[in-house]
């Protein structure tokens, strides 16, 4: 069975500090593991994706995401917010043992001036 | 430019009427999805085709219905049925690849309302 948490709901940083947005996942295959971000009445966009390669992936706009396997976790960071990053980030977990993809409940991240 | 194009943006559903939503891709991709978003949920899959005239039922798939007709088109209906039809439904597509390592790409949405 798969599964996955994002351990916030909601994350607020000060434009110029890091971001952490934490996700743990549960899969009983080999996870290829997501991070998407969505944008107020958008579509959601990929902004990395960890599939077995390097355990530090690196994605756009300046994130990066690290898998750790011990931990089952994904966590997503980026060393310095930007006004722009405020958005929903979603985590996803998706695994070559069945057509299967799920999706995290969401974290909504607010970046302060 | 390659994407997924979802038509309206808005509609609203009248007691008792079926409402189709749109979703067309250039990509070239096999597989298609439907999500339907409510407000602090994720995302709930409501069908998916990995095939041309083929389709499954994903999670919530009662009160809707899709066809698959084309590779490009993947119609969603919301029937009458669907008591709660409010949300925000996606579509989406990928390539199969091996197993599901393919992203997903999404379109950017149609808002259903009831009147």
């Known amino acids: 069975a798969q599964s996955v948490t994002q351990l916030d709901s909601h994350v607020s940083v000060s434009e110029g500090t890091p971001v952490l947005l934490r996700c743990n996942y549960s899969?009983?295959?080999?996870?290829?593991l997501f991070w998407y971000v969505q944008h107020p009445n958008k579509g959601l966009q990929l902004l990395l994706k960890?599939?077995?390669?390097?355990?530090l992936v690196k994605g756009i706009n300046g994130f990066e995401a690290e898998f750790k396997k011990s931990e089952t976790s994904f966590h997503l960071t980026k060393p310095s917010a930007h006004m722009s990053d405020a958005a929903e980030y979603f985590c996803v977990v998706s695994s070559t043992g069945g057509f299967k993809t799920i999706f995290g409940a969401g974290t909504r991240l607010f970046v302060k001036a | 430019d390659g994407g997924i194009t979802q038509s309206p943006k808005y509609l609203f559903r009248k007691e008792g009427q079926n409402v189709t939503l749109s979703c067309e891709q250039n990509?070239?991709?096999?597989?298609m999805y439907w999500y339907r978003q409510d407000p602090g949920q994720g995302l709930r899959l409501i069908y998916y085709s990995q095939i041309v005239n083929d389709f499954q039922k994903g999670d919530i798939a009662e009160g809707y219905s899709v066809s698959r007709e084309k590779k490009e088109s993947f119609p969603l209906t919301v029937t009458s049925a669907q008591k709660n039809p409010t949300a925000f439904y996606l579509c989406?597509?990928?390539?199969?690849?091996?197993?599901?390592?393919?992203?997903?790409?999404f379109g950017d949405g149609t808002r259903l309302s009831i009147l």
């Open positions: 990509l070239n991709h096999d597989a």
């Open positions: 989406a597509s990928s390539t199969p690849g091996q197993g599901t390592y393919q992203p997903q790409h």
């Open positions: 899969s009983s295959y080999s996870p290829s």
């Open positions: 960890y599939t077995s390669a390097a355990t």
